[in-house]
């Protein structure tokens, strides 16, 4: 089970980092989507803190261990965090990037996870696969 639990590790690193950026996003969006992004911002950190707690859950209940600081979620997150004065396009287009990445990471985890013969935790992946498809689909549609 290490290998499985330190791929999720990196996908709980992923999800921890992106919900503090989408954070930054939300605190500092400007122009004319102001109230729009503002809004959706916030809905991808509150599902970000739900997928980041469901996943930190599972590790325990597959008796790994989460990481839970700063630290280990930066050194092992391909995310990365957010940069400083971004436009609304460069908002989106890093979140939708970033959503990508996760996803891809989220599918190579529940690869990992059948062959493990955890299809529990390969079902809880792709779950959040199929939500993550959905909001890029969405803020692709914005940015167009």
Do not use: C
């Amino acid at each position: 089970m290490n290998k499985l639990t330190d791929a999720l590790n990196v996908q709980l690193s992923n999800w921890t980092v992106l919900y503090i950026k989408l954070h930054h996003y939300h605190w500092y969006v400007k122009g004319p989507h102001f109230p729009v992004l503002h809004a959706k911002f916030e809905e991808l950190y509150e599902m970000a803190a739900l997928k980041l707690d469901e996943l930190a859950e599972r590790i325990l209940a597959i008796e790994g261990k989460p990481f839970s600081t700063m630290k280990e979620f930066l050194e092992h997150a391909t995310i990365k965090e957010a940069d400083k004065a971004k436009s609304e396009n460069d908002m989106l287009t890093a979140t939708i990037a970033d959503l990508k990445e996760l996803i891809q990471g989220l599918k190579d985890s529940a690869a990992s996870a059948e062959e493990a013969g955890d299809t529990a935790t390969s079902d809880i992946l792709i779950g959040q696969v199929e939500e993550l498809q959905k909001q890029v689909w969405m803020l692709k549609s914005t940015l167009a």
